[in-house]
């Protein structure tokens, strides 16, 4: 069966070079997350991508340090904020985009399968009524082949499951943000160990964005400084990533793959931040709601995962 949302964002990739977009990078070194500001040159239009809320979960303290510097790039360069954009429901940080939204603009927008995330975490925080899993806290929930513009910059949504099942990857120009479905070659791909992640389905995710053009520009969400290496990077090509990434190189089969995700995931503690942020990340950044004493409380479920 041909791959249409593929097939057009191959083509994509191969006619961007008369728009090639600008990709300004901030890295988080508390959660290993990269941020993207991407922009058109001729329009000064432009997303944010995978935005960071600093933190801290033994005063339960967040400010703002990170999007402040998204905003000062932002303001540095006269730019217009359209789109506040999250790859999936981050379990490593907090999402910055409603903090962004007031001070910039733009809305904010996942994969549409952010519902199966909504059912499965809003049971497990025991969220109640007052949250709505239909994905209403978004602005916008895309499809796999969706496509939109930043400026005169073609945009095409893949949906890569695996990691998640709402997870995402954005094919902006001849570049692709590729969430946690892959990393840099010296450290692999992401687990596949969460509810409704597959190691299967990450593998099929994975090839899938592996099918583009060797030359596409792949910018991962995090990177983990692997032994051996002593820079944080987090830009490798489809090509790169098919030579030598080390969990899904060419030649890797299906099974091998699935075999050894499922025996490396099963000894991965979880993420230091993954009960605040998911319950926070499942409504679009958003805090639950002030209970009648005017605090916000995150949940901590306990013997539950």
């Not at 932002?74 to 359209?82: K, Q, S």
């Not at 030359?215 to 790169?240: I, K, N, Q």
């Not at 190189?249 to 299906?254: C, R």
Request: glycine share 6%; with cysteine; aromatic share 8%.
């Amino acid at each position: 069966m041909t791959d249409l949302a593929l097939t057009k964002a191959s083509a994509q990739v191969a006619a961007a070079q008369a728009g090639i977009p600008v990709i300004k990078a901030f890295f988080d070194l508390p959660t290993n997350t990269v941020s993207y500001v991407v922009h058109d040159t001729a329009t000064s239009r432009a997303a944010i991508i995978d935005s960071v809320l600093d933190f801290d979960p033994a005063s339960g303290r967040t400010t703002f340090t990170s999007a402040d510097a998204i905003i000062a790039y932002v303001g540095e360069h006269a730019l217009t904020i359209d789109w506040l954009l999250e790859t999936h429901a981050h379990a490593d940080h907090l999402s910055a985009a409603p903090y962004l939204q007031q001070k910039l603009g733009g809305k904010i927008a996942i994969g549409a399968h952010i519902t199966s995330v909504q059912q499965v975490f809003g049971k497990l925080f025991n969220a109640g009524n007052d949250f709505v899993r239909d994905g209403s806290d978004f602005d916008q929930l895309w499809n796999d082949g969706d496509h939109f513009k930043i400026g005169n910059l073609e945009v095409t949504v893949l949906h890569v499951p695996g990691h998640t099942p709402a997870c995402i990857a954005y094919v902006i120009g001849d570049a692709v943000f590729v969430g946690d479905t892959m990393f840099m070659p010296d450290y692999g791909t992401a687990r596949a160990d969460f509810p409704g992640g597959d190691a299967r389905t990450l593998y099929r995710s994975a090839r899938r964005l592996l099918s583009l053009p060797p030359e596409t520009r792949l910018f991962m969400c995090h990177d983990y400084l692997p032994a051996g290496r002593e820079d944080y990077v987090w830009e490798s090509t489809v090509e790169a990533e098919r030579k030598a990434n080390v969990h899904i190189h060419d030649g890797k089969t299906e099974d091998e793959f699935v075999a050894m995700r499922e025996a490396r995931d099963a000894t991965l503690p979880m993420p230091r931040l993954i009960m605040p942020s998911v319950q926070v990340n499942m409504r679009a950044g958003h805090m639950p709601a002030a209970e009648d004493n005017g605090v916000t409380y995150l949940k901590i479920p306990v013997n539950a995962v």
